[in-house]
Structure formats: C-alpha cells, structure tokens
C-alpha cells in the first residue's frame, strides 16, 4: 500500500515495511500451525513475550488466528513462556 501526498514522491508505511520482511505462511502451504512446533510458534512472539501483531507478522486474518490459538495452547502446556526471561 503506496500512500501518496500532495505530489509528493511515495512513501512505504511501516506496515508496508514489515510485510516484505514477514514469514509467508500462506504461500508455505502450512494449513495449520501446530502448538507442539515450539519452534515455530516461538517465531511469532517477540522477545518480551508477546504475540505479534497482524500488521507486523505479514499473516493472513486465519493464520493470525491459528498462531494466536496455537501460541496460548503451548504457553498454557509450558513449551513457550509467558514472560521472557523469567526464572522461576
């Protein structure tokens, strides 16, 4: 998504940015993200924890869904942290 403004030359939003840097799912042929992949669930959390966001991971609104699903499950059975860096 180009924005243009008042003649001036184009500009790449941040979205736009962090889209051609995102991992494709989709074009990957993964139908489902499994939680038990620890690895690639991990991939879409940051490194304070958190889930990615939409805009930034480059997903679909399904695939977003299912990593969203499948990282609270493996964060649930402690195969993912909750809080990065915590020792407990």
């Known amino acids: 998504m180009m924005r243009v403004m008042c003649g001036a030359p184009a ?6 940015a962090h889209a051609t840097e995102s991992l494709p799912v989709c074009e990957s042929g993964a139908r489902v993200l499994d939680y038990k ?27 977003q869904r299912q990593a969203s699903v499948a990282i609270k499950r493996a964060r649930y059975l ?8 915590f020792e407990g």
């Open 11 to 16: 500009l790449e939003t941040i979205a736009d």
């Open 37 to 63: 992949d620890e690895r690639t669930v991990s991939r879409f959390v940051t490194e304070r924890g958190k889930i990615l966001p939409r805009r930034i991971s480059g997903m679909c609104a399904r695939h």
């Open 78 to 85: 402690a195969l993912v942290p909750y809080i990065a860096g």
